[in-house]
C-alpha cells in the first residue's frame, strides 16, 4: 500500500514539474518581454558645440563652354581628321566642307584684279595725256589772245582755240572718271575675292578653344545642312556640377558657399567645390532649383552627364545645443522630446533650430545639459510607461 502511495505521488510529481517550469517561463517572457515588459529605450544628454548646416542635392558634371561646329551653308563634308576624345589646340583644323566652285570663282577674281589693275593704268595714262593737251590748249590760247589784240589772227581762229580749251578740258573730266570707274571696279572685284576667301574659310571648321572634342556626327561625304553640327567639343577647363536644390531650402544657398562632390564613379572620394551660380528661373514641375557648382580647385578628368552627390555648407552655428534629430516628437500641435527622470518620463516642449543632414538639431530653448533625453523607443510613449534604458535597441546577436 505504502509503495503505490509512493509512485502515485511520483507520478504526480512528474505531471506538476513541467506545469509549473512552463508557468514559470510564461511568467518571465510576458513579464520581460510581452506586452507587460518594460519599454526598451535609449538615452544621450544635450550636446554643446559649433554645427555647419548643409544642403543635399543630386546633379551631373557639365561643361560651361561647349561648342557645335558645322557650316553656314549647306553642303558637302570633304574631311573629318579628329574623332571623339581627341584633344585639339585652338586654330586647329578639325573638318573640311567641300568647296564646290569656290576655289574657282576665287582664280576668277583674282584675275579679274589683275585685269582693273591694267584698266586702272591706262585710265591714269589717258588722264596724263589729257592733261597735257589742255596745257598745250590753254597756252595756245594765251598766244592767240595776244596775237588777236594785234589783230595778227581773226576772232574765228580765236574763238577756235577757246573751243579746244574747252574740249581739252571734257576730256581731263573724262579721264578722270574713267579712272574712278576703273578704281572702284577694282574695289568691287577685290570685296568679291575677299567674300569668297571668307566663304572657303567658313568651309574649314576650326577649333575655337584648347578642347576636347565629345562627339562626331558626320563622316566624309555626308550632305548636312546650314547649322547642323560636324563636330562637337568642350573646354575642360570649364566642368563643373549642375545641382538640383528642392525649392524650400534653395532659398539658403549663396554663391561662393562652400560644396563637396561625390561622383558615382568613385564614391570614396569627397571633392571640393563651391557655389558659382544660382539659376534666377525654378522648375515649377519638380519644384527645384537649379545651381551651379565649381571644383576647387579645377579638374578635367570628370565624365560629362555622370551623376554626382553634392553637399553645400549653408551656415556655421559656434557654441550651440544640440541633440539627435531622431529625439525630436511631436505631440498634438507642439514639437519637442521625452525626458527621463527620477519621476519617470515626460513630454518637454522645445523650441528647435536648424537640423543638419549628419542627424543633429539645434536646440534653442526648452532643455538643461544634464536631462536625459529618449532618443529611440520600442513603442510609443505616455507618461506612465514603464520604461528600461537600454545601450542599444539593436540585438548585437543578430
Do not use: C
Not at 574712278?180 to 577685290?190: G, K, L, P, T, V
Not at 578628368?301 to 556655421?316: A, H, K, R, S
Request: aromatic residues 4%; charged residues 25%.
Amino acid at each position: 500500500m505504502n509503495f503505490s502511495l509512493l509512485t502515485l505521488f511520483k507520478n504526480k510529481l512528474a505531471l506538476v514539474l513541467p506545469a509549473v517550469a512552463f508557468l514559470s517561463i510564461f511568467v518571465w517572457v510576458v513579464a520581460t518581454q510581452g506586452p507587460l515588459a518594460p519599454v526598451k529605450v535609449t538615452v544621450v544628454n544635450m550636446a554643446s558645440g559649433s554645427m555647419s548646416t548643409s544642403i543635399f542635392g543630386i546633379g551631373t558634371v557639365e561643361a560651361r563652354r561647349s561648342y557645335a561646329l558645322g557650316p553656314t551653308s549647306p553642303g558637302r563634308v570633304a574631311e573629318v581628321q579628329v574623332d571623339v576624345g581627341d584633344s585639339v589646340r585652338a586654330g586647329q583644323l578639325l573638318a573640311r566642307m567641300d568647296t564646290v566652285d569656290l576655289d574657282d570663282r576665287l582664280i576668277s577674281a583674282e584675275l579679274a584684279t589683275e585685269r582693273a589693275e591694267y584698266t586702272i593704268r591706262a585710265a591714269e595714262a589717258s588722264l596724263i595725256e589729257s592733261k597735257s593737251r589742255l596745257a598745250l590748249a590753254k597756252a595756245d590760247l594765251v598766244r592767240y589772245e595776244e596775237m588777236r589784240s594785234k589783230a595778227y589772227v581773226s576772232e574765228q581762229t580765236l574763238l577756235t582755240k577757246r573751243y579746244e580749251v574747252e574740249a581739252a578740258n571734257a576730256a581731263v573730266g573724262a579721264a578722270v572718271a574713267t579712272l574712278e570707274s576703273a578704281r572702284r571696279d577694282r574695289q568691287r572685284i577685290q570685296s568679291d575675292a575677299v567674300g569668297i576667301r571668307k566663304l572657303r574659310e567658313q568651309l574649314r571648321l576650326l577649333s575655337p578653344v584648347d578642347g576636347i572634342v565629345t562627339a562626331r556626327h558626320t563622316e566624309p561625304g555626308t550632305t548636312v545642312v546650314a547649322g547642323q553640327a560636324v563636330i562637337e567639343m568642350i573646354d575642360p577647363t570649364s566642368l563643373w556640377v549642375s545641382a538640383r536644390i528642392d525649392q524650400r531650402q534653395a532659398g539658403e544657398v549663396r554663391v561662393g558657399q562652400r560644396a563637396a562632390v561625390v561622383m558615382r564613379s568613385a564614391p570614396d572620394v569627397v571633392k571640393a567645390a563651391r557655389v558659382e551660380r544660382i539659376d534666377w528661373i525654378s522648375d515649377p514641375v519638380t519644384e527645384e532649383r537649379s545651381v551651379q557648382i565649381v571644383f576647387t580647385p579645377m579638374i578635367n578628368n570628370v565624365p560629362l552627364g555622370e551623376l554626382v552627390e553634392v553637399t553645400i555648407w549653408t551656415q556655421e552655428i559656434n557654441d550651440t545645443h544640440w541633440i539627435p534629430t531622431a529625439a525630436r516628437r511631436r505631440e498634438g500641435q507642439q514639437d519637442g522630446v521625452w525626458v527621463l527622470s527620477d519621476e519617470g518620463v515626460h513630454f518637454r516642449v522645445v523650441r528647435f533650430g536648424v537640423s543638419t543632414l549628419d542627424g543633429r538639431t539645434q536646440v534653442l530653448a526648452g532643455l538643461s545639459p544634464n536631462e536625459q533625453i529618449i532618443v529611440h523607443t520600442q513603442k510609443p510613449l505616455s507618461i506612465d510607461t514603464d520604461i528600461r534604458v537600454v545601450p542599444s535597441l539593436v540585438d548585437p546577436g543578430r
